[in-house]
């Protein structure tokens, strides 16, 4: 499973083109990147073709922490809201 991530910054912001298959081999790479582009952060799902629950439980760390979501999927969207709404029931 390949993803193919694509940083654009204009100084200010960072936005992160995520192409292929996001899962959880490639969130220590992505977080890393991460680290060096803050404080602005753009996340491009529009290519994102596949997510798994550590990939979406990534997301919905970072974009509780300011990254915008852009272009994301609907299925990634609802996923992210029933993961927020299960860890909110636990507390």
Excluded at 6 to 22: N, P, V, Y
Excluded at 42 to 71: C, I, K, P, S
Aim: glycine letters at 6%; charged letters at 25%; proline letters at 2%.
């Amino acid at each position: 499973m390949t993803l193919k991530i694509e940083i654009a910054s204009d100084g200010e912001t960072a936005t992160f083109r995520l192409c292929g298959q996001l899962n959880q081999d490639h969130l220590v790479e992505l977080q890393a990147e991460v680290q060096r582009y803050r404080p602005r952060l753009v996340f491009d799902l529009a290519e994102t073709t596949l997510v798994d629950l550590a990939a979406v439980r990534f997301l919905a760390a970072h974009e509780g922490d300011g990254v915008e979501l852009r272009h994301c999927p609907r299925y990634i969207q609802e996923w992210i809201a029933r993961e927020r709404s299960q860890g909110t029931q636990g507390h």
